[in-house]
């Protein structure tokens, strides 16, 4: 419970009109995008938006000596519901923790607040000719501190890996208000225990990260886009296995069942070939126009030796962008066709892709729900997305059931439950199958030295 003392003291710290209660702003910040139902019970008492680490340090302190929880929140564009204060207290937002401190243009990094959104952290690097690779598909809206909490991935993570791979150090605010800045610019460092990368993937249940240092790579001269169709799935996987045997390595390879390739063609008014069962998009970079044509000659290459039934390389920057429309419009276009769409986010050894995809197709007939599947085959991640109504009580069990299902197909094959989205509130559940006893009763000990009076981000993970 937050008095109107400890409500006074937080708005001295902050500023009045940074420290909100009003019904209206604490239903606001009680929702994300994760499909968690709206409850009133989930509205924090105070939402504060600080704009500096030491107001974050001074608030943090307050809500340590008075117990109060704590949940961190960026745009709130997490799917597993992360940024939800399950147990009231307050929602700190660091949307106003916007500046980028310094671009490095030397030792070729960057530093930034929090609350810098993804989308304007890689444009100020890009008009230097440097390149901030992780590309959520939400990087419009999502913040660094939220890529850095959720270990966010994205379409390009199958040449240059994820959030993770560019932290180099980190600020965060610990839960008693101590101001931590761990990591730095040297590239090796093996001065104690790894701390940028225990807060990474920590969904704000650790600490408050208030600033990034972020490694960045040269800019590619060149990009290219290429759509490939296949007569089946398999076809499409094993062309991207066999692609990156033979060190192929494209920016992106996103492939789409047909169930998906159906759901845009519907929305976006287009034809579909009727044999097409899978489509595989890719961008391809490099220094020179040469250098990517050799590249799609390669993959062409491969692709018809797998079967490919039509191979396209876009010609013009506006073809490229009409091929990712369709990749990028997916989710709206799936999402078009039924009252809900629970998108969900295992990852699975990239050979055991069309295994699990066939597995899906079973537990789609079983429990009678559409589930249109895509995802970023190049690393193994998939998204299948279940078509249903949460407002239904009939379906109720049959969709617990359909995701309890997918998670066990993704664990049988040495998967996971979660390539990129965490596992916040909704993967709870599975977490103990996942990780085992051991596994749980280790994150509970890391929790408890951090975070002795359990204020952050209570409720969440486990
Ligand atoms: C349309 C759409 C597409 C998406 N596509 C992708 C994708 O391609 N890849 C991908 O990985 N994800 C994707 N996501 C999920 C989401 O955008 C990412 O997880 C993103 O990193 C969340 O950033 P955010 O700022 O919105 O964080 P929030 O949703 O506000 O918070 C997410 C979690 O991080 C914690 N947190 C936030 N900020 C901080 C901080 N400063 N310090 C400590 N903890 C903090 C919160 O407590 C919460 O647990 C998508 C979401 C949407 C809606």
Known sequence: MITDKIKHQIRSIVGPENALDSDLDRFGYSYDSSYVPLRPENRPDLVVR???AREVSSVMALASEH???VTPRGAASGRTGGSIPLRGGISLCLDRMTRIVELDEGNMMVTAEAGVRTIDLYNHCAAKGLFFPPD????????????????????????YGVTSNYVMGLEV???????????????????????????????????????????????????????????????GCATVHRMLQAAIVPAAAEIMDRFSLEAVAKYRGTSL????????????????????????????????????????????????????AARRGLSSAVASLAPTR????????????????????????????????????????????????LGNPEQEKRIH???????????????TLSGEHGIGI????????????????????????????GILNPGKIW
């Open 50 to 52: 600080p704009l500096t």
């Open 67 to 69: 117990e109060i929880p």
């Open 136 to 159: 959520p598909a939400s990087w419009k809206f999502s913040t660094i501190g939220g890529n850095v909490a959720e270990n966010a991935g994205g379409m390009r993570a199958v040449k």
């Open 173 to 235: 605010v610990l839960a008693d208000g101590t101001i931590l800045k761990t990591g730095g610019k040297a590239l090796k460092n093996v001065t104690g225990y790894d701390l940028k990368s225990l807060f990474t993937g920590s969904e704000g249940t650790l600490g408050i990260i208030t600033q990034a240092l972020l490694r960045l790579i040269p800019m590619p001269k060149k990009r290219g886009t290429l759509q490939v169709m296949f007569g089946s799935l398999e076809e």
């Open 273 to 324: 070939d009727p044999t097409a069962q899978a489509c595989l998009i890719m961008e391809i970079d490099g220094e020179s126009d040469e250098a990517l044509a050799s590249q799609a000659r390669q993959i062409q290459a491969v692709a018809e030796g797998c079967g490919a039934l039509a191979f396209r390389v876009a010609q013009s920057q506006q073809e490229s962008d009409e091929l990712w």
């Open 342 to 389: 629970l998108g969900e986010d295992i990852s699975v050894p990239r050979d055991a892709f069309p295994e699990v995809v066939r597995r899906i197709r079973v537990i789609s007939e079983k429990y009678g729900l559409p589930i249109a599947v895509y995802g970023h085959a190049g690393d193994g991640n998939i998204h299948p997305s279940i078509l249903c109504d």
């Open 401 to 415: 059931g359909a995701v309890d299902e997918i998670f066990a197909a993704a664990l049988a094959v040495g998967g």
């Open 426 to 453: 909704t993967k709870q559940p599975y977490i103990t199958q996942a990780l085992g006893d051991a596994g749980i009763k280790t994150l509970i000990a890391v929790k408890k030295a951090l975070d002795p009076k």
